[in-house]
């Protein structure tokens, strides 16, 4: 038996992170976890596990259980499940919902949901309610009226970057028996913590910031209370249903934890300076960002959010889409691509992915700020805004 490896308790979440949740190989001494890329564990002679536990990588191994610990440790959670991508972790968190039950879900949310929910509930007998969650009494007397099973908030959403009130919406559950999951892709657990606002589960594409270089799909699941019937069955969902995160990617994932709280600081300090620039700028109608005091959520942002939030905003550009395009094809250090909370700068045409009838107006662009300098980001919108 090995001598305990570190002491983590009590540390900031800073330091949990650059120590990837602390600890050193037992065998080895190294800083550095080793990839797990066994898929199977031995037994010995009177067929007793060598390490019980470890049995087969789809259920588990020492390398998910120690980056899930330390997102369950940020997100201030009892347990935490790796999944193949985000979508994996809606899905199972979705699944949880029986055929002939009811999903809520907050409506003008990440494409990608909204049409996974809309499949999947129409293929398993699952009701299912799209209502604006940021508008309070409007989502109570809908949770009245619909009595859901779950409940799915996204906060802050993508890309209309509306503000749900968690601690508000998870007592109408609570009252309702409601099960609450929040995604906070677009937040990172170091800003917004669901769980100690009364969520029972936070989701998180591992895409997006945790992992923070744009180099691998993940997902992950955080629940309040591992007790319950609903965390079974996603642990359930996961080992049987097998979307695991593979051992590479897990062990990238942790990799770029070490550096998170560094990239979301940066990120959110570009996000604000931004936003505050093209708020000012005269060829923008609106930016959509809940560090902004004409965000109509502003206050609730300030009340959920600490220290800054979020790298993620939409701009309307004065005109229509062909201005909104021409200012995406003039800009250099913004990238046109989809996606977020990488450490490059994007930008993205929302109505060219969802298209006619999404809601997403023509002259939206969204953006996902870097970690690059300030000054470049705002010079490269300044000339881009100069083309129309
Ligand atoms: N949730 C949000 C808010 C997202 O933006 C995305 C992807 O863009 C997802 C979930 C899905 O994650 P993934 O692409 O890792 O499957």
Same mark, same amino acid.
């Given at each position: 038996?090995?001598?305990?490896?570190?002491?983590?308790?009590?540390?900031?979440? @800073?330091?949990?992170?650059?120590?990837?949740?602390? =600890?050193?190989?037992?065998?080895?001494?190294?800083?550095?976890?080793?990839?797990?890329?066994?898929?199977?564990?031995?037994?010995?002679?009177?067929?007793?596990?060598?390490?019980?536990?470890?049995?087969?990588?789809?259920?588990?191994?020492?390398?998910?259980?120690?980056?899930?610990?330390?997102? *369950?440790?940020?997100?201030? =959670? !009892?347990?935490?499940?790796?999944?193949?991508?985000?979508?994996? &972790?809606?899905?199972?968190?979705?699944?949880?919902?029986?055929?002939?039950?009811?999903?809520? *879900?907050?409506?003008?949310?990440?494409?990608?949901?909204? +049409?996974? /929910?809309?499949?999947?509930?129409?293929?398993?007998?699952?009701?299912?309610?799209?209502?604006?969650?940021?508008?309070?009494?409007?989502?109570?007397?809908?949770?009245?009226?619909?009595?859901? @099973? +779950?409940?799915?908030?996204?906060?802050?959403?993508?890309?209309?970057?509306?503000?749900?009130?968690?601690?508000?919406?998870?007592?109408?559950?609570?009252?309702?028996?409601?099960?609450?999951?929040?995604?906070?892709?677009?937040?990172?657990?170091?800003?917004?913590?669901?769980?100690?606002?009364?969520?029972?589960?936070?989701?998180?594409?591992?895409?997006?910031?945790?992992?923070?270089?744009?180099?691998?799909?993940?997902?992950?699941?955080?629940?309040?209370?591992?007790?319950?019937?609903?965390?079974?069955?996603?642990?359930?969902?996961?080992?049987?249903?097998?979307?695991?995160? $593979?051992?590479?990617?897990?062990?990238?994932?942790?990799? $770029?934890?070490?550096?998170?709280?560094?990239?979301?600081?940066?990120?959110?300090?570009? &996000?604000?300076?931004?936003?505050?620039?093209?708020? &000012?700028?005269?060829?923008?109608?609106?930016?959509?960002?809940? $560090?902004?005091?004409?965000?109509?959520?502003?206050?609730?942002?300030?009340?959920?959010?600490?220290?800054?939030?979020?790298?993620?905003?939409?701009?309307?550009?004065?005109?229509?889409?062909?201005?909104? +395009?021409?200012? *995406?094809?003039? +800009? @250099?250090?913004?990238?046109?691509?989809?996606?977020?909370?990488?450490?490059?700068? /994007?930008? !993205?045409?929302?109505?060219?992915? !969802?298209?006619?009838?999404?809601?997403?107006?023509?002259?939206?662009?969204?953006?996902?700020? $870097?970690?690059?300098?300030?000054? @470049?980001?705002?010079?490269?919108?300044?000339? *881009?805004?100069?083309?129309?």
């Amino acid at each position: 038996m090995s001598k305990s490896t570190s002491n983590t308790t009590g540390l900031h979440a @800073d330091s949990l992170l650059a120590h990837a949740g602390g =600890g050193f190989d037992p065998t080895t001494g190294a800083v550095v976890p080793p990839i797990q890329t066994a898929t199977t564990f031995v037994r010995d002679e009177d067929y007793e596990l060598v390490n019980p536990g470890y049995i087969y990588s789809r259920d588990s191994n020492a390398l998910y259980q120690k980056t899930e610990r330390l997102i *369950a440790a940020l997100e201030e =959670g !009892e347990d935490s499940r790796l999944f193949s991508s985000g979508m994996a &972790a809606v899905a199972a968190v979705a699944r949880s919902v029986r055929p002939g039950g009811t999903l809520l *879900a907050q409506s003008g949310i990440y494409w990608g949901t909204t +049409l996974f /929910l809309r499949k999947h509930c129409a293929r398993n007998n699952i009701a299912l309610v799209e209502a604006d969650a940021s508008d309070l009494d409007a989502f109570h007397d809908e949770m009245s009226v619909t009595r859901p @099973d +779950l409940v799915w908030l996204e906060v802050p959403s993508n890309p209309f970057l509306k503000i749900a009130d968690i601690q508000k919406i998870s007592e109408l559950c609570r009252q309702s028996g409601a099960r609450l999951a929040v995604d906070a892709t677009a937040a990172t657990p170091l800003i917004l913590k669901p769980l100690a606002l009364g969520a029972d589960l936070v989701m998180h594409s591992a895409t997006k910031a945790l992992n923070g270089h744009s180099d691998l799909l993940g997902g992950v699941v955080t629940t309040a209370d591992a007790s319950t019937d609903t965390w079974t069955f996603i642990c359930e969902e996961r080992q049987n249903a097998g979307a695991v995160l $593979g051992s590479f990617e897990t062990w990238l994932l942790l990799r $770029g934890l070490r550096t998170l709280s560094l990239r979301v600081e940066r990120m959110n300090k570009n &996000a604000m300076a931004l936003a505050e620039y093209l708020e &000012a700028h005269s060829k923008i109608d609106a930016v959509l960002y809940p $560090g902004l005091a004409s965000h109509a959520q502003h206050e609730l942002a300030k009340a959920q959010m600490t220290g800054g939030f979020g790298s993620l905003m939409s701009v309307l550009v004065k005109g229509g889409k062909a201005d909104a +395009l021409k200012v *995406a094809g003039a +800009l @250099d250090v913004f990238q046109r691509a989809t996606s977020l909370g990488g450490t490059e700068s /994007l930008v !993205e045409h929302r109505f060219t992915i !969802e298209g006619e009838g999404s809601g997403i107006p023509e002259n939206l662009l969204r953006l996902s700020l $870097g970690i690059e300098h300030c000054g @470049d980001l705002i010079a490269d919108f300044d000339q *881009a805004l100069a083309a129309i």
